[in-house]
């Protein structure tokens, strides 16, 4: 039973470039949320995607935006790359229904230079 | 809004020794209660969940207890490993509303188990 996979590891940009993260939920799982974790600190919600829709947003700008596709799989992207999206970005699965228990992926390492 | 907080931000202890961690909360409208473990520069490794109705939970040397009222919970290691060592990150899903459906995590504690 394969977990959550993401793709790629790393990655290294430039500022004002944009950038494509992905994401395989946990077989069986329908819904995906990312998260952004900055060095030293908790991961904070981006978004959670449901259905082929976003359910929810955290407190980040529209330069950050998301798809999910019928398979479940999940795509995050960010245009106009900062210096302050340098992160690991963590994806989770979970089902919508039943205690909600998030599995997380091993992250994408984002650098911005 | 829902506020987490973790300490100590970090604990060095001996092999062998019990410990605990703590994580407070502002708002006990929780619908469950993670903890995770992070190895460095890896992703999360969920450990422990507690639902909203549940005083603890416990799986092999790793006790979680939740006290709502109080906004606290706390995760016991007994018998401490080196193995253990890594960031202890404890997270809530809220109830309803806006909180539905995200995680909100604290800051997490360092743990470090020397032989």
């Known amino acids: 039973d394969a977990g959550v996979t993401q793709s790629p590891t790393h990655l290294i940009k430039t500022r004002g470039q944009q950038v494509t993260l992905r994401c395989s939920p946990k077989?069986?799982?329908?819904?995906v949320s990312w998260y952004q974790q900055a060095l030293g600190q908790g991961p904070q919600f981006i978004f959670q995607?449901?259905?082929?829709?976003?359910?929810q947003r955290g407190n980040f700008p529209d330069r950050f935006s998301g798809h999910q596709f019928p398979n479940y799989s999940s795509e995050l992207n960010v245009n106009a790359l900062l210096l302050g999206d340098s992160a690991l970005y963590l994806c989770a699965s979970s089902l919508i229904s039943g205690t909600y228990e998030q599995y997380f992926g091993p992250g994408t390492r984002l650098t911005v230079t | 809004k829902q506020e987490v907080t973790q300490i100590p931000a970090a604990l060095s202890v001996p092999e062998g020794e019990n410990l605990v961690l703590n994580c407070s909360f502002t708002d006990s409208a929780i619908y469950n209660l993670q903890w995770f473990r992070q190895d460095p520069g890896k992703g999360l490794t969920s450990l422990l969940l507690i639902q909203s109705s549940q005083r603890e939970q416990t799986s092999g040397r790793l006790n979680a207890s939740l006290d709502k009222s109080s906004g606290r919970s706390t995760l016991y290691i007994a018998a401490s490993q080196p193995g253990d060592s890594a960031t202890y990150l404890c997270?809530?899903?809220?109830?309803?509303?806006?909180?539905?459906?995200?995680?909100?995590f604290g800051q997490g504690t360092i743990l470090t188990v020397h032989p």
């Open positions: 995607y449901y259905e082929e829709e976003e359910r």
């Open positions: 997270a809530l899903r809220g109830a309803g509303g806006t909180s539905y459906g995200k995680l909100t």
């Open positions: 077989s069986g799982h329908d819904t």
